[in-house]
């Protein structure tokens, strides 16, 4: 899958610094090893100063177990599982259905917060580093 996606997000200009896939370690989600696999990569640590972004339940699952706090993505992911375009088409009642539920499975998980699109991380990164400041902790 990687070897698709990653190519085409560097037509949009976006070039990830590590790339793991479940190939690359010993146990794929919910295990930790990829998680842990990137912190090595990209030399980062601890891990309770990380942030896990994923749409999908077992990614959630994955930084849980992995110590960092986690982001679930509702409207533009996995969850929800809407191309862009059948996103649009829905009505705005439906689409606050369907968001509704991907928000409450993705928090059922265990996701520390909650987001419609990667446009809302920004505010998410500056309440973990808020609470951060504070001593808290996934």
Known sequence: MMEVLVPEAAERGFAPEAVVCASDVSEARPSPLMCYRNA????????????????TIPGIHEGRNAGMWTVG???TGNELG????EL?????DERARRNGIANQRLRAAGAHFV?????????????????LALGERP
Request: hydrophobic residues 55%; aromatic residues 2%; proline residues 7%.
């Open 115 to 131: 987001i419609d699109g990667v446009g809302e991380l920004m505010a998410v990164v500056d309440e973990i580093e808020r609470r």
């Open 40 to 55: 090595l990569d990209l030399g980062v640590w601890p891990l309770e100063a990380c942030i896990k972004v994923d749409d």
């Open 82 to 85: 809407l191309s862009p375009a």
């Open 73 to 75: 993505v509702t409207l």
């Open 88 to 92: 649009a088409a829905l009505p705005a």
